[in-house]
């Protein structure tokens, strides 16, 4: 019986305790927590962004293989021709040493109309002026800013994911604080209807606290539906649902303040001016000698020897030597108008530094400023705590209205509220510093 009974028992036990592993995995769901850089990190992986890179490698790896430097170029030949009239040199007369007479040069074998050539022909690029080098690296380098353009837009995108982030952050936020005040003026409500039971204090007490309940709560759908809309979004940029994710803000760090930036629009600028200077020594390598050698083997009639009418091997080696001279005067105004692209991609350059040096000192600035009105609305708060206590009382005592009270609740919210907006500007101007400093 006692062993019945103990099996009976965990066996009850033992349901308990699967019904409440399935209630608390039950209410887990939908908990999930959101940073900042997970928003930023999924964003990233849902965008084309690393597939682009992907191709933009593979494209590099194919112009590396189509443009080639001092490869010899090879070539095998063969041809079969038919030709009217062909070569005859019987008959012609040649005046012999002594003056004489003339004597005639007379052939057995003419040549035949039908002609065969089978040749292997080699050319050696010796010298080109520089001109294959050039190409190769001027190649390199754009695959490097069609790359470079792909991380400035991954930035961008960044930037714009955390922007979404801390107003969903900030509406969150207050959706907190309206929450809060319409459980605590609810709880005001009972006390305040208990009251007007009693005779202590008028009706009138009761329904404007009901008005302001309902006018938060208008306010607070108001927020949620904003709220709901942004999270939309992220979810699209994502690929993740973030409808009912608790968003959380770590303070953002600040790698350091000093004023130099490392924004990715700054290597652009450096690969553009050098792209330009390998398009310059592209231009003279143009004008510049070259120098081929050349080699040609082949069996074939007729061969080298017009005289032979036989099938023979045949050979020839050589060297040429090309001067552009007609290309020197393009070349000096094609190289003046890179120089003159080079010094104003440096002008802008040195521009953009500029603006973003002063930008930086402003949200220096402004975090300095935000971080006085956090201690001030702290101290605020603390006063304006006191004071609603005062006027709760007051109010249950019939001393002041529920008017005096609201106005008083509300100057409360609105420092709350303030503080709220005040710390998320803070990490917005972080993160904005962190942005023209390039280390977002």
């Given at each position: 019986m006692i062993s019945k009974l103990s099996c009976m028992?965990?066996?009850?036990?033992?349901?308990?305790?699967?019904?409440?592993?399935?209630?608390?995995?039950?209410?887990?769901?939908?908990?999930?927590?959101?940073?900042?850089?997970?928003?930023?990190?999924?964003?990233?992986?849902?965008?084309?962004?690393?597939?682009?890179?992907?191709?933009?490698?593979?494209?590099?790896k194919i112009k590396n293989q189509i443009i080639k430097s001092y490869i010899p170029e090879v070539s095998l030949n063969a041809s079969v021709k038919y030709q009217y009239p062909s070569v005859n040199l019987s008959g012609i007369n040649v005046i012999n040493e002594d003056n004489t007479g003339t004597s005639y040069l007379e052939f057995e074998n003419p040549i035949h109309n039908d002609q065969y050539l089978v040749s292997l022909d080699l050319t050696q690029k010796v010298w080109d002026g520089g001109m294959a080098s050039s190409q190769q690296k001027y190649e390199d380098i754009s695959s490097d800013i069609a790359m470079q353009n792909v991380h400035i837009e991954t930035y961008q995108l960044k930037e714009e994911i955390g922007k979404l982030f801390l107003t969903v952050l900030y509406l969150q936020e207050n959706d907190k604080v309206f929450e809060s005040s319409i459980h605590t003026l609810r709880q005001d409500l009972k006390k305040l209807e208990a009251l007007y039971a009693n005779g202590i204090i008028l009706e009138s007490n009761v329904y404007i606290l009901e008005a302001e309940i309902m006018r938060i709560e208008q306010e607070q759908k108001r927020i949620q539906l904003q709220q709901q809309s942004i999270r939309k979004a992220l979810s699209e940029f994502t690929g993740k649902d973030l409808l009912q994710a608790t968003f959380i803000l770590s303070e953002?760090?600040?790698?350091?303040?000093?004023?130099?930036?490392?924004?990715?629009?700054?290597?652009?600028?450096?690969?553009?001016?050098?792209?330009?200077?390998?398009?310059?020594?592209?231009?003279?390598?143009?004008?510049?000698?070259k120098i081929n050698i050349f080699a040609s083997g082949g069996y074939g009639r007729p061969t080298y020897n017009l005289f032979s009418n036989e099938f023979d091997f045949m050979y020839q080696v050589g060297a040429k030597l090309h001067v552009p001279i007609t290309l020197w005067g393009a070349t000096k105004s094609g190289r003046d108008y890179l120089e003159i692209q080079k010094n104003l991609i440096a002008s802008q350059e040195k521009t953009y530094g500029q603006s973003l040096r002063i930008k930086m000192m402003e949200k220096l600035n402004e975090m300095e400023s935000l971080r006085s009105l956090l201690i001030s609305d702290e101290q605020i708060?603390?006063?304006?705590?006191?004071?609603v206590n005062i006027c709760k009382k007051q109010l249950e005592e019939g001393v002041i209205t529920a008017n005096d009270y609201i106005k008083e609740v509300n100057a409360l919210n609105e420092i709350i509220l303030n503080k709220q907006l005040h710390n998320i500007q803070l990490e917005q101007a972080k993160m904005n510093f962190n942005s023209l400093k390039g280390t977002l």
């Open positions: 028992q965990l066996g009850k036990t033992f349901i308990l305790l699967f019904v409440i592993t399935a209630f608390l995995a039950q209410s887990l769901i939908g908990q999930t927590t959101v940073t900042l850089h997970e928003c930023q990190q999924w964003t990233i992986e849902q965008s084309s962004a690393s597939s682009q890179l992907n191709d933009l490698e593979l494209l590099r953002i760090e600040l790698p350091d303040t000093s004023l130099q930036s490392l924004r990715p629009e700054f290597t652009l600028l450096k690969l553009q001016q050098s792209a330009l200077e390998c398009q310059k020594k592209v231009l003279i390598g143009q004008s510049m000698p708060i603390i006063k304006r705590t006191v004071i």
